[in-house]
């Protein structure tokens, strides 16, 4: 009996430990969408005990990251932030945009195969993009915002005609003055058209005076900004947006400092 109940013990010790072992990893997706973008899919370390509990953040990176090497996209932004050490207890969805502007529908796509094929919180997804995917940020949350649990749209703007999508999901719109890349205009338009429209309940946004384009890469890194957003879920029947959290401008130079340094790299599966 005795030996019975060990060879139980070391049978159940080495499932549990072969389940947390596929996670952790950084997943790399290609041609598993025809037509579609390849993405990664990073799982993160706890994942093995709340999977319905993991909320979601789809990434959209800029234009100078556009390419078909899947591996430009994690030189800047959430996966990058978790090998420097920050801790993102989420599903961190990845998309490689080619070049061109980013497709709503094809992200979409994306989203949707990630939701088959990985367990999830489908109320928690999140969307946060820089530059190029500032305007990625905003043209999917505002075809699918009901999808889109909150959206934080980094020095960019909108190319959709029809931008009242913007005003049903918690959105902040970050943009400094001084880019030269994208003007803070283009933020200003989106915000000006829904204010217009009394479609700016669920809006923040912040002009960081003096702020230049690639400094606003440093939100990605800091903690306060993954709190925000998974402060929201679609589950709040009223949408309403967090205005406790807040993240200035002056902060943007201590965005490392709390990170963990000796933070082990996730392994990568090319799958």
Not at 117 to 135: A, E, F, K, Q
Not at 217 to 224: H, I, T
Not at 244 to 257: F, N, P, R, V
Request: hydrophobic share 40%.
């Amino acid at each position: 009996m005795p030996i019975l109940r060990i060879i139980f013990t070391f049978t159940a010790v080495f499932c549990v430990t072969f389940a947390q072992a596929q996670y952790d990893y950084l997943h790399a997706k290609r041609n598993v969408i025809p037509g579609g973008y390849d993405f990664w899919v990073y799982t993160p370390e706890d994942y093995f005990y709340s999977q319905e509990q993991t909320p979601c953040i789809i990434f959209l990176h800029g234009a100078s990251l556009c390419s078909k090497d899947l591996n430009r996209s994690r030189r800047y932004g959430p996966l990058h932030a978790i090998v420097k050490g920050r801790e993102i207890p989420a599903l961190v969805i990845v998309p490689q945009n080619p070049g061109g502007a980013w497709n709503p529908k094809k992200i979409n796509d994306v989203l949707e195969w990630t939701k088959k094929n990985y367990v999830m919180d489908s109320t928690r997804v999140y969307v946060i993009g820089m530059s190029l995917g500032g305007y990625g940020t905003m043209d999917f949350a505002g075809t699918y915002p009901d999808k889109v649990a909150a959206a934080m749209a980094l020095c960019g703007g909108c190319s959709l005609k029809d931008q009242s999508g913007l005003g049903k999901l918690p959105l902040w719109i970050i943009h400094g003055t001084a880019d030269r890349a994208v003007s803070v205009k283009q933020s200003q338009a989106v915000v000006n058209g829904l204010q217009q429209k009394g479609l700016d309940k669920r809006l923040r946004f912040d002009w960081w005076k003096g702020a230049s384009h690639g400094a606003l890469a440093r939100v990605m890194y800091m903690k306060k900004t993954y709190e925000w957003l998974f402060s929201h879920s679609t589950r709040d029947p009223e949408r309403n947006v967090n205005k406790m959290i807040d993240i200035k401008m002056s902060e943007l130079k201590s965005a490392y400092d709390d990170m963990i340094r000796d933070y082990a790299d996730p392994e990568v599966i090319d799958d």
